[in-house]
């Protein structure tokens, strides 16, 4: 069955300190990933995305991901976080058929101290 | 840039109430869902909708729930007796990949 794990519930960085956001999912077939970012009280925002070639991403926000099929991982990184990055993430997977589904991970939430 | 939007932001309803909520995709965009999220929960998929159909629906899409693209604009979902445990944040969603999601609507049922 498909799924995608996001093994940390919660995650406390400081400000300008680095991030790394675990992802790992279970898909049948090479998979379409996704990071989304919600912020309390709002809608979700495509961080980035991976559908093929080369396989480190860069995002919107300074942020990147890495897939490594061999580990079934999608983790995302920022070197240096800022206090509004403090929302909550969420991992994502698809078939990347035009009418697919995602199937969301439940989430991180980061919290950025001073 | 283009974006989803969906109305209203908030509804609060009854019990056995009908509900119509609405999102107007991104307007060269073929393909529409709908999501929701359970307050402290992950988003889970509900339907997903091409050319006038429903292509693919989840076990929560059932009986009480209906889409519908009514003009070239608008797609709704409809709950037609919403129960206690439909009170979520409901997110419309349009593709073609990457999906691009609206702000939500968030549904109280009392």
Redesign the interface.
């Known amino acids: 069955a498909q799924s995608v794990t996001q093994p940390d519930i919660h995650i406390t960085v400081s400000e300008g300190a680095s991030l790394e956001l675990r992802c790992n999912y279970s898909y049948g077939a090479t998979p ?1 990933l ?1 990071w ?1 970012v919600q912020s309390p009280g ?5 961080l980035l ?1 991976y ?1 093929s070639g080369d396989t480190l991403v860069q995002g919107i926000k300074g942020f990147e991901a890495e897939f490594k099929r061999s580990q079934s991982s999608f983790n995302l990184r920022k070197p240096s976080v800022h206090w509004s990055d403090a929302a909550e993430y ?1 991992c ?1 997977v ?1 078939a ?1 058929r ?10 991180t939430r980061l919290h950025i101290l001073p | 840039e283009p974006e989803v939007t969906q109305t209203p932001s908030h509804q609060v309803t009854q019990m056995g109430q009908e509900v119509i909520l609405r999102c107007v995709p991104i307007s060269n965009h ?2 529409f ?1 709908w ?1 929701r999220q359970i307050l402290g ?5 509900l339907v ?1 909708f ?1 050319n006038n159909e429903i ?2 629906k ?1 076990e929560i899409f059932d009986d009480q729930f209906s889409v519908e693209r009514p003009d070239g604009s608008n797609f709704t979902l409809k709950i037609r007796s919403t129960k206690l445990e439909d009170s979520a944040m409901y ?1 419309c ?1 349009s ?10 609507t968030r549904l109280l049922v009392l």
Request: proline residues 8%; aromatic residues 28%; positive net charge.
């Open positions: 379409y996704f989304y709002q809608g979700l925002q495509l995305k559908f969420f994502a698809g990347g035009r009418d697919d589904k995602i199937i969301f991970g439940k989430g | 073929l393909y869902y999501y929960q992950k988003v889970e998929f997903s091409y292509s693919e989840s997110f969603a593709s073609p990949p990457p999906q691009y999601f609206g702000p939500g």
